[in-house]
């Protein structure tokens, strides 16, 4: 992340323009690189150093802010790029930022998890969720091995035992049960 800071930092620098409107979420559509005003002139210099004779970058956004960016670049010719293919683009960027935002989410709710289990697993208690939802039934979604050690069962008999497990809960503990299951 660090080297990836540095190269956007020093291209943010080089390319004030295509930062600075790609960051206020608008579109760069350049049909012909050589038209670029002078007030952008280090930038399509540079393109045109590249060889690069037209240009389209489409800007993906979540919530209001940019995450990533479609590019197209022409090398052979200039290009007019048809609002048809443009509002397509958008599309394909609102899915891909759609997908990048579940990708992002399901790796952080993973390493929260392996985080907890960490956790739960290395406490000399036993530790266990029973789920009391009333559309799936009663039933132990979580336990962790020290059951093994003070009970001498494994988490999956556990785990097995269904609705069953209701007779491991104390009594006193029921009225809470009742409660949760409202």
């Known amino acids: 992340p660090q080297a990836i800071h540095r190269l956007q930092s020093q291209q943010r620098e080089e390319y004030p323009w295509i930062f600075e409107t790609l960051c206020a979420g608008e579109l760069i559509v350049v049909p012909d690189t050589h038209d670029l005003p002078d007030a952008v002139a280090r930038e399509r210099d540079d393109l045109l150093t590249h060889g690069i004779r037209a240009t389209l970058a489409v800007p993906m956004s979540l919530a209001g802010r940019v995450v990533g960016v479609l590019w197209f670049d022409r090398l052979d010719k200039a ?3 048809s609002e048809e293919l443009i509002n ?4 394909v960027g609102e899915v891909l930022a759609n997908g990048l935002e579940r990708m992002h989410a399901e790796r952080d709710l993973a ?3 392996q985080f907890i289990e960490g956790i739960t697993e290395s406490s000399p208690n036993i530790i266990y969720v029973i789920d009391l939802n009333p559309h799936l ?3 132990v979604s979580y336990i962790n091995r020290q059951i093994t050690q003070d009970l001498g069962r494994r988490p999956e008999e556990m785990k097995a035992l269904g ?3 209701v007779r491991l809960i104390h ?3 029921w009225p809470n049960v009742q409660l949760a299951r409202q």
Do not use: H, I
């Not at 397509?88 to 599309?91: E, I, S």
């Open 79 to 81: 290009s007019e790029w």
């Open 88 to 91: 397509g683009l958008k599309l």
């Open 163 to 165: 609705t069953e497990v």
């Open 171 to 173: 009594p006193d503990d």
């Open 111 to 113: 390493e929260s998890r």
């Open 137 to 139: 039934g009663v039933g």
